[in-house]
Nanobody
Framework: VQLQASGGGLVQAGGSLRLSCAAS???????TAWYRQAPRKQRELVSI???????MYADSVKGRFAISRDYTKNTVYLQMDGLKPEDSAKYYC???????????WGQGTLVTVSS
């Protein structure tokens, strides 16, 4: 599975961005997620949506970010509102087919939030 992430950019604090992760195959029956990694920090989980469409968010983004999927486009989205400078990072999409252990990663898209 190939994942193509896009939608990053430079935005002012309080602004919004929508990240997209286009998969080369059907995203049904998958666990898909967004991670981020800021300079000199470890990669952290931002949000995840499982095969039953249950979602989970890191405490730092709850109420501001929303993960969703469009099965017709094989795409996973991360809507990010109320962005803060501390949200600046490279965002990576992740996919794993339900019942398997093989992870797939996108190439990352850079988000920069200015204060």
């Amino acid at each position: 599975v190939q994942l193509q992430a896009s939608g990053g950019g430079l935005v002012q604090a309080g602004g919004s961005l929508r990240l997209s992760c286009a998969a080369s195959r059907d995203v049904r029956s998958t666990i898909t997620a967004w991670y981020r990694q800021a300079p000199r920090k470890q990669r952290e989980l931002v949000s995840i949506i499982d095969e039953n469409n249950s979602t989970m968010y890191a405490d730092s983004v709850k109420g501001r970010f929303a993960i969703s999927r469009d099965y017709t486009k094989n795409t996973v989205y991360l809507q990010m509102d109320g962005l803060k400078p501390e949200d600046s990072a490279k965002y990576y999409c992740y996919l794993r087919r339900s019942g398997t252990t093989q992870p797939y990663w996108g190439q990352g898209t850079l988000v920069t939030v200015s204060s």
